[in-house]
Nanobody, 125 residues
């Protein structure tokens, strides 16, 4: 299983980025997917998650209304659209996957078995 995250970069506060995660998972619809982030000196924290069926999603309070998670089943990929970025969003962002029922969602770090390598997002003020 491979998860390849991309799309990170450096932006100014108020800007936008779209992260992508390409996954070699079969069947893709039976994997809950999530995004987590880890700032320097901090632990890994939950950002957003989406069910295999794509009809259930959840967000951390800190990103609600600014970030949107989505998935594209034909492309075996998930995305994280990040708008109105803030300096406190600076972190390495990781995508994660867990085999489960298509209607389940996973919100915790221990709940995911597969992890991507991370992509760095830097937001300057």
């Amino acid at each position: 299983v491979q998860l390849q995250a991309s799309g990170g970069g450096a932006v100014q506060a108020g800007g936008s980025l779209r992260l992508s995660c390409a996954a070699s998972l079969r069947p893709f619809s039976h994997h809950a997917m999530g995004w987590f982030r880890q700032a320097p000196g901090e632990g890994r924290e939950f950002v957003a998650a989406i069910s295999g069926s794509a009809d259930i999603s959840r967000y951390a309070d800190s990103v609600k209304g600014r970030f949107t998670i989505s998935r594209d089943s034909p492309k075996n990929a998930i995305y994280l659209q990040m708008n109105n970025l803030k300096p406190e969003d600076t972190a390495v962002y990781y995508c994660a996957a867990q085999w489960t029922s298509s209607t389940r969602i996973v919100l915790t770090t221990p709940g995911y078995k597969y992890w991507g390598q991370g992509t760095l997002v830097t937001v300057s003020s």
